[in-house]
């Protein structure tokens, strides 16, 4: 790892704190603006044709992805929605042609990344056509459970907050009259908190993006006006510094002790994954064929879980015609119909929570896949090394 305290020859490895000097992007960013900045700067100078971003809809709960082709647009897009549970890897090959014929700079999470890689390995995204921001994640909350928690452990009307977010192992909002915060521990032990595939996630900080930006390490005077930034690729090292030579950001070498604060609020973020991944599981292990068969019974066959899953791509119109093992138009259909789904797709899983998310009878879909990946790499890892990346 370098430190990087200069300007030019930003190198793979380096570390900064940056920060806008865009005051409309200031005004509105998560922390310094630096995410924003550097969108915008690859739009005006033509590194690439669109910036894929995530943009507030309605209200703070509706997260609304959005390709912007204009950079005077950008600063709209700033500002991190932790109630937007939306995956962005399946839309880049469904709506903007895998990125095969045009270049797209974009804001990722953990798990929209992990996605989106394991398309790129099917040849149905062009990685090389992508110039990736990965933003650290501790977790999503669900909007309707957003809602609920809001109302009900906080007392606050969901529709007065004009502000979320996730900070020092509390959820805090923002409201008419007032400000308030609780531990996630406590709202996760009382049934709230972060998206069940959230709490399990162990790919806390995306470094197989091209900039993996945050705001643990930022400390001092510098803490929540500046963003954390670590280089991951030389792609991401040559962007960084054009910006920075380009004088729309402000860097300087992070403060030693937000390092270290860094590297513990990350250890801590993964050993609570960890615990999770040991609850949900052990749950699951006491009678695991009678828990898949009673809850995949509900099934109503919509097929929302194929179509959004970011490692399936058996079109659903093939799907639905008659197999050897699957009759179709069965309601609910044959258990082969699920046992056959996670057989194709469970050695890839991600565990972005889709399949579950959007499953209209609330199956645990993302839990029984992840499960399955869980037991996987456990079995292979010791042969052929870790995951590139740990689900
Ligand atoms: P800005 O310039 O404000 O840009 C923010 C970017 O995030 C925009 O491009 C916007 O389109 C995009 N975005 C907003 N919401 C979403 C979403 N739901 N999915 C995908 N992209 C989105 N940092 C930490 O250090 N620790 C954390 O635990 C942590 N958790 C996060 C959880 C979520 C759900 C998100 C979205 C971000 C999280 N971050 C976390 C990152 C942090 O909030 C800032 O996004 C980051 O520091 C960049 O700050 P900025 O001011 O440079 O970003
Ligand atoms: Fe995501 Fe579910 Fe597909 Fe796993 S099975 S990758 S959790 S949609
Ligand atoms: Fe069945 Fe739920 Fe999948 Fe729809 S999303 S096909 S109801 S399991």
Not at 311 to 327: D, L, T, W
Not at 359 to 379: K, N
Request: aromatic fraction near 6%.
């Amino acid at each position: 790892m370098g430190l990087f305290s200069s300007k030019p020859d930003i190198k793979k490895g380096d570390m900064v704190y940056a920060w806008t000097s865009d005051a409309e992007i200031a005004k509105k960013a998560e922390c310094g603006g630096a995410v924003t900045t550097l969108l915008k700067y690859a739009l005006e100078n033509k590194m690439v044709d669109a910036v894929l971003a995530v943009q507030r809809g309605t209200d703070i709960y509706d997260a609304v992805p959005t390709l912007i082709t204009d950079p005077k647009k950008l600063a709209g897009s700033a500002g991190s929605l932790h109630c937007g549970t939306l995956l962005l890897s399946k839309m880049i090959k469904k709506y903007l042609g895998g990125a095969k014929n045009q270049k797209i700079a974009l804001t990722v999470k953990g798990c929209d990344l992990m996605g989106i890689l394991e398309i790129a390995k099917r040849n149905e995204i062009n990685l090389a056509n992508l110039f990736i921001i990965g933003v650290n994640c501790g977790g999503t909350v669900s909007p309707i459970m957003a809602r609920k928690m809001i109302t009900e452990k906080f007392g606050v009307d969901p529709d007065t907050v004009h502000k979320e977010e996730i900070d020092k192992g509390q959820f805090i909002i923002e409201y008419e009259g007032g400000h308030k915060g609780i531990s996630i521990d406590e709202l996760e032990e009382a049934g709230y908190g972060r998206r069940s595939n959230c709490r399990r996630c162990l790919y806390k900080v995306p470094r197989q993006a091209d900039l993996a930006c945050g705001n643990w390490g930022v400390i001092g005077d510098k803490a929540g006006k500046a963003t954390f930034v670590e280089v991951c690729s030389d792609k991401g090292a040559d962007w960084l510094s054009r910006a920075a030579k380009a004088g729309v950001l402000a860097t300087e070498a992070p403060n030693p002790k937000g390092l270290e604060m860094r590297q513990k609020v990350e250890g801590a973020m993964l050993k609570l994954g960890e615990k999770w991944r040991k609850r949900d599981f052990a749950a699951l292990s006491k009678d695991p064929w009678g828990v898949i068969s009673k809850e995949t019974s509900r099934c109503i066959k919509c097929y929302s879980c194929i179509e959004n899953c970011p490692v399936c791509f058996k079109p659903v119109e093939e799907m639905a015609k008659k197999s050897y093992m699957v009759e179709p138009g069965q309601v609910p259909p044959n258990p082969m119909f699920h046992m056959r789904r996670f057989a194709h797709i469970s050695d890839s899983c991600v565990n972005c929570g889709q399949c579950e998310e959007l499953c209209p009878v609330e199956i645990r879909l993302a839990l029984f896949s992840h499960a399955i990946r869980a037991e996987q790499d456990a079995v292979f890892a010791p042969k052929f090394g870790k995951p590139a990346y740990s689900n």
